[in-house]
């Protein structure tokens, strides 16, 4: 089974603080995404990575950032957080992008940021 | 601009009654439609892939088909622990590296 791993299931921090959110696949993935999920507006993309140290920007991207480093590891960083980024953070995985395969999900990042 | 729309946004049943859940979608090309279902507070968690029109997919209670504009959810007899919130998505040809659309999600909740 595929498994993705998140590294805090909750999580609070101050206006200003720096964020960093871990994520981590057993499965020899190449592509790693980050979404965060709110009431009404779904799952939004915020970055995507194909390859170690790739990176492309998603949908939602600013306020933050990426770095991905070994294959199995994708990090997503608030260089200052702001309270309007308080949500459900996902991180999900996928083998590849030839044939069309799914993304799995971690378990998610519940932040508050006070 | 693609879009999908579930509906409905919540669904109460019955045990044992059976229902459809909805995922329309407007694409430029579709390249696959994506079924999750989510648990309060977890992740999605993967249900089925479908690619072109007809197909057709089983899991257990549920069967997924896909139509040139819309994605059927049907559940058969289902049961309490089939309560959750049903996501669609669908990745477009023209998008690159995977990006999916996702819908706002249908919460079912079954009632014993």
């Known amino acids: 089974d595929v498994k993705v791993t998140q590294s805090s299931r909750y999580l609070v921090k101050r206006t200003g603080e720096k964020v960093f959110l871990e994520c981590v696949q057993d499965?020899?993935?190449?592509?790693m995404f980050w979404y965060r999920q709110d009431p009404g507006l779904g799952l939004r993309l915020i970055y995507f990575s194909y390859d170690v140290k790739m990176k492309e920007k998603g949908d939602i991207p600013e306020g933050y950032s990426v770095s991905r480093e070994k294959k199995e590891r994708f990090s997503l960083i608030l260089e200052s957080a702001s309270t309007n980024q308080t949500s459900m953070y996902l991180c999900?995985?996928?083998?590849?992008?030839?044939?069309?395969?799914?993304?799995?999900f971690g378990p998610g990042t519940r932040l508050t940021v006070t | 601009e693609d879009q999908v729309t579930q509906s409905p946004e919540a669904l109460r049943l019955q045990e044992g009654e059976s229902s459809s859940l909805n995922c329309s979608y407007t694409v430029s090309g579709l390249r696959g439609l994506f079924w999750y279902r989510q648990d309060p507070g977890k992740g999605p968690e993967f249900l089925f892939t479908?690619?072109?029109a007809g197909e057709e997919k089983e899991k257990e209670r549920l069967k997924a088909t896909l139509t040139k504009k819309e994605s059927f959810l049907h559940i058969t007899a289902p049961k309490p622990e089939d309560s959750a919130t049903y996501l669609c998505a669908v990745q477009a040809k023209a998008q690159g590296a995977q990006k999916l659309v996702f819908g706002q999600g249908t919460r079912l909740t079954i009632n014993p």
């Open positions: 999900a995985s996928s083998l590849g992008f030839q044939p069309l395969y799914e993304q799995y």
């Open positions: 499965m020899d993935h190449e592509n």
């Open positions: 479908l690619y072109s």
